[in-house]
C-alpha cells in the first residue's frame, strides 16, 4: 500500500461522514416513498395469516 | 429424520459424509502426534455413526408427495433439540466457572476445568451452541412462513445444522486439549474456522434461494435481519480469523495481524459479533414472533426498516470503544466512541417499535408468560443498548472497563435480550411446528420465566456492584497522594458479588432445564392441535382480542 | 429513481446482499485500514527485541490456559493505571505480537510489566497454587505446568510461521530453535551461551522452575512472564505520568503526551 497515512486519515474522517449522510438519505426517501406504503401495510399483516401450507 | 428425505437425498448425504471423512482421515493421520489428530479422529468416527444411521434406515419409507411440497420442518425439529442441549451445557460451565471465582479449588486440579479453558467453553457454549442453533432454527421457520415457500432443498439445511454444531464441537472440546487462538469469541483453530466458512456460504446460500422462492412480493424485515446476520458474520469470521498454520499437520496458527492492528481487528470484530449475531438475528425473532404472539401487527413497519439500515450502518464502526486509553490511536477511539452514541437512536426505535406493538394489548402479558418473555426482552434490550452507549463514553469507560461492570453488561444482553426473546420465540414455535394446541404446562412457563427474571436481575446487580466498587477502588488516592488500594485488596472486595452472580446464573440454568422439560413433555404429552391452521399457535385461554387500533 | 433502485433491490435478494454490505463495511474500512500505515507514525525502535523460542513457547502457554481472560497487558494512559502499573503501553511494544494480548477484564491485575517485579521463585511457587504466596487469591492453581515436558522439535516451525506473518526471524534462528530453548532454561551449558549471541546479552538465561535438567511449560512460561514490559526500553525513556499533578481532575495523560509530541 502506498497511502500516505495522513491522506488516509482525511480520508476516513471526511468521506464515512458523507457516506453516512448520503445513506441515510436515500434510506429515508425509500421508507417514506407514497407508493411503498401499500407493499408496507401488506407485509406487515401478512405475518398474521394462517400459515400452514406454502 | 431420515424418513423426511427421499431415497436420493440419503445417498446425496452419505456422499457429503464420505467426503467428509476422508477429509477429516487427511488431517488425523499426519496430525497423529498433535491434538489436530484426535479432532480428525472424531470427525471420522461421527462421520460413520450418522452413516451408519442412514444406512440402517435406507428403506424407510419415502415422504408422501404432499409432504414433500410443504413446509420443511424436520430440521427445525432438531435445531430446538439442540438448542436447548446447548443452553443447558453452556450455563451449567457458565455457572461452574462463576464458582470459581469464588472457590478457585474448583478446578479438581485439572488441567481442562482450569478457568482459562472453561471460559471459552461457556462463551462458545452459549453464544453459537445456544444463541447460533436458536438463530438457525428460527431462520428456517421463519423464512418458510414469511415467504410462503417451503426450504429451497432438503439435504442443505441438515448440512448448515449439524456442520454449525460440529464446528462448536471442536470449539469446545479443542478448549480443553488447550487450542484457542486467544481471539475472544473467535477461539476455534483454522481448520474449524474454515470448516465454518464452508457451512456458512451453504447457509447463506440456502437462505437467497428459499427467499428468491418466495411467493409474496416483499421480503418481511424480519428475513433483512436473519440475512444482515448471515453475510456480515462471514465478513468478521474471514477476516479476524486469517492466519497462518505452524504446519498442516498441527493445530496451532498464528494471526496475521500484529499488535494494534490486530487489537483493532479483534474488536471490530467482537463488536459486531455483538451486533449481527446477538442483536440482528434476534430482532429478526422479535419481528416475527412477538406479533403473532401478541396476534397484532409490529407496530410501524416504516420505523423497523430505518432502525434496520441505521443497526446495520452505525455498528460497524463502534468496536474502537472497547479499546479507550490504549496504544489505538485517538481519533479512532473518538469515531467509536460517536458512532456508539448515535447506535442508541436505531436500537430504541427497535425496542419502542416492539413495545408499542403491545399497545391496547398489555391486558395479555398477566396471562401469557410467553408473550412476556418476549416484551421483557424488548425492554432488557432497551436497556442494555442504553447501558452499551453510556459505557462508550470515553470517561464512563474509563472507570467500566477491565472491571465486572462490563461483565455484567454483556449478560444483561445476553440473558435479558438474547435469552429472553429466544424461550419466548421457542415457546411459540414449538406447538406451531409440532402441531400441538399449546405447550404442555403453561405454569411451567410461567416458572421458567420468574426463574429467568430473578436470576438476570440477581447477577446484572451483583456486576454493577462488584463494577464500580472495583473501578473505584483502583483509582482511588490517600491524601499523601498513593494508591490507597492494593489490588488484591479490590479481589477480596469482590468475593460476595460472585458468590451472588453465581446464585443468579444458577436460577436462570435452573429456568432452561424447567424449559427443555416443558417442551419435552409438549412434544410427547401434549394433545395434537384441533383447531383450525393459524390458530393453534396461540394459547386458548386467552381471549382473541380484536386489533381495535389498527 | 431511489424507489426504482429499491424495487429492483427487493426483487433480487441479491442485489439487497450487496447493499448490506455496502452499508456494514464502510465502517471496519474507514476505521482499520488507516492502521495499516501506523508504523509510518510509530518511531522505530532500535533496542526492540524478539521472543526467544522458549518465551514464544511460554507465550503460547498463557494462551493456551486463557490467561488472558483474567489478566489484561495494556496499561492505559490514566494516572493510577501509571502509578500502579508503569508507565503506559505503546503501540510498538506489541509490534511483533501475533496475536495481541492486551485483554478486557482484570480478574487479576495488568501484566504488561510484570518482567523483573518478582523472582523465578516466586513464579514457580505462584504458579504451583498461587494461596501459597497470596491467600486471598482466586487465581487456579498451575501445578501440572511443572510435571508437563516442554514440546521443543517443532519450534523451528513455530519461528517460521512467525516470520511468515512478518516478525524478523533469521535462518539462523529458525535452524536452533530447539537448541536455543534447551540453552535458556539450561545455564551454563554451551547452548546457553549461543542464544546470548543471536537474541542479545538483555536475553534471561535462568533455570526458571528451579529444576536445570529439564524443560517443561513452567520454564516457558516463567521465561514468557519475566520478559512482560522487558523487550523495549521505548515506554521507559520520557514518561509524563510523574510531571501530571496526582490530583488532576481529569486523569487523563494522554494530552500531556501529545503536547510533548
Known sequence: MNFEHETLVAFSKSWGLFYLIGMAIVVVVYTFWPGNKKKFDHAKRAVLRKEDRP | MAGSLTGEERRTCLLILGVLALCALGIAVPGRWDPIGVHGLMVVLLCAGAAGYLLLRLNVPEPSPEELSGYYDAPIKVGVGLTMAWAIFGMFVGVWVAAQLAWPDLTFHQAWSSFGRLRPAHTTGVIFGFGGNALITTSYHVVQRTSRAPLADRVSPWFVLFGFNLFCLLAVTGYAMGLTQSKEYAEPEWYADIWLVIVWVTYFVLFLRTLARRKEPHIY?????????????????????LAVPITLASAKSYTV?????????????GHNAVAFFLTAGFLAMMYYYLPKRADRPIFSYRLSILSFWGITFFYMWAGSHHLHYTALPHWVQTLGMSFSVMLLVPSWASAGNALMTMRGAWHKLRDDATLRFMVVAAVFYGLSTFEGSFMA?????????????????????????????????????????????????????????????????????????????????????????????????SLVAMYPYYIARTVGGFLFLLGAIVGSINIWLTVRRSPASQAAPGVYDRPHDLDPTPNAAE | ??????????????????AIIAAASVGGIVEIAPLFTIDETVENVADMRLYTPLELAGRNVYIQEGCYACHSQMIRTLADEVDRYGPFSLAVESQYDHPMLWGSKRTGPDLARIGGKYSDVWHAAHLNNPRDVVPQSNMPAYSWLARTPLEVDNLGHHLAAQRAVGVPYTDEMIANAARDALGQATPDSDAAFSILDRYGEETQVSAFDGVATSVTQLDALIAYLQVLGQMTDAAYLDTAASELPPDAEDRDVTQAEEERN
Request: charged share 10%; hydrophobic share 55%; proline share 2%.
Open chain 2, 221 to 241: 424485515v424480519a428475513n433483512w435481519y436473519y440475512l444482515a446476520f448471515i453475510v456480515v458474520v462471514a465478513i468478521l469470521h474471514i477476516v479476524n480469523n
Open chain 2, 257 to 269: 495481524w500484529p499488535g494494534v492492528q490486530d487489537a483493532m481487528v479483534q474488536w471490530w470484530y
Open chain 2, 393 to 489: 463514553i470515553r470517561a464512563v469507560n474509563s472507570l467500566s472497563h477491565y472491571t465486572d461492570w462490563t461483565v455484567g453488561h454483556v449478560h444483561a444482553g445476553a440473558l435479558g435480550w438474547v435469552a429472553l426473546i429466544t424461550f419466548g420465540s421457542l415457546y411459540t414455535l414449538v406447538p406451531s411446528v409440532w402441531k400441538r394446541q399449546s405447550m404442555y404446562s403453561n405454569a411451567l412457563v410461567e416458572l421458567h420465566f420468574w426463574l429467568a427474571l430473578s436470576g438476570t436481575l440477581i447477577y446484572i446487580f451483583a456486576m454493577w456492584n462488584s463494577g464500580v466498587i472495583q473501578g473505584l477502588m483502583w483509582r482511588t488516592y490517600t491524601e499523601n497522594n498513593a494508591l490507597a488500594y492494593s489490588f488484591v485488596d
Open chain 3, 1 to 18: 429513481m431511489p424507489e426504482f433502485f429499491h424495487r429492483k433491490i427487493e426483487r433480487t435478494a441479491i442485489g439487497f446482499v450487496v
